[in-house]
């Protein structure tokens, strides 16, 4: 058996042993909340993203990562969702949801702009939803994963997306995207962040990563940590490019 396997059979073996989790049920109260955010969110992303007058620092990194003729892994931090839907819409993109509530609406405002979905998350569906994204990236399909989602720790990377990695051989490339002018919404446990109309934006794209298929515990955790601190460095990179922007550099 290849190691890029493993994870397929551990879930195909999880299948065996417990019945499939049913699909989440909401009330009709959730259902009308959840129709009415995925509306506000599609057209919120509609409104803003044209708008935002965008600055690339890393493209040459996409294009490296490219080179290596595999499908791309993003990875990027939850509270950037709505910028980064609008930047990278329309590609098939397979995403990540989780199966609460937010995820219901979530999934169905990036299904609207172009994204495949896999539903799961760390407390529910996760392997069944990991195998899903290995098959669609074996196929041919890109990836992505908000990787403190769904619930955080904020700005804590998960390890979903080196397994991914490790089982297709496809490159990890991580971004972070800096708006000038926003507004963050403080209650939400990721302080999801809301671009100002025409706003100056900015996304850092970083040399990509890549998990050997034969990684053992050890170095697959060092990869974890690679990521980690890729998008910190870029986080750091952000609030450098805002202050210089603002005129306080």
């Not at 990563?209 to 940590?225: F, G, S, T």
Request: net charge positive; with cysteine; hydrophobic share 45%.
């Amino acid at each position: 058996m290849a190691p890029s396997d493993g994870v397929e059979t551990a879930a195909a073996t999880s299948t065996e042993t417990k019945p499939p989790e049913a699909p989440r049920t909401f009330t009709l109260w959730e259902r009308a909340q959840i129709l009415l955010a995925t509306w506000l969110g599609y057209f919120a992303v509609r409104l803003i993203g044209p708008s935002l007058r965008w600055k690339i620092i890393g493209w040459e990194n996409h294009e490296a990562a490219r080179q290596l003729k595999k499908s791309l892994i993003f990875a990027f931090w939850h509270c950037e969702i709505l910028p980064a839907t609008w930047f990278w819409r329309k590609r098939g993109i397979v995403v990540m949801a989780s199966q609460n509530f937010d995820g219901e609406y979530i999934a169905r405002i990036i299904r609207m702009h172009g994204y495949g979905v896999a539903r799961g998350s760390s407390s529910r569906g996760a392997l069944r939803a990991l195998v899903e994204m290995i098959r669609a990236v074996r196929k041919g399909s890109e990836a992505a994963f908000t990787l403190d989602g769904p619930r955080g720790p904020r700005h804590v990377a998960k390890p979903g997306v080196v397994l991914l990695s490790k089982a297709t051989g496809a490159p990890i490339l991580c971004f972070h995207i800096v708006p000038r002018r926003k507004w963050v919404l403080g209650k939400s446990w990721d302080r999801t962040e809301i671009p100002h109309l025409f706003t100056h934006t900015v996304i850092f794209i970083a040399p990509p990563i890549v998990v050997p298929p034969e990684a053992d515990d050890d170095l697959q955790a060092a990869k974890l940590r690679e990521v980690q601190e890729t998008l910190d460095g870029l986080v750091l990179r952000g609030e450098e490019w805002k202050r210089m922007a603002n005129g306080k550099g």
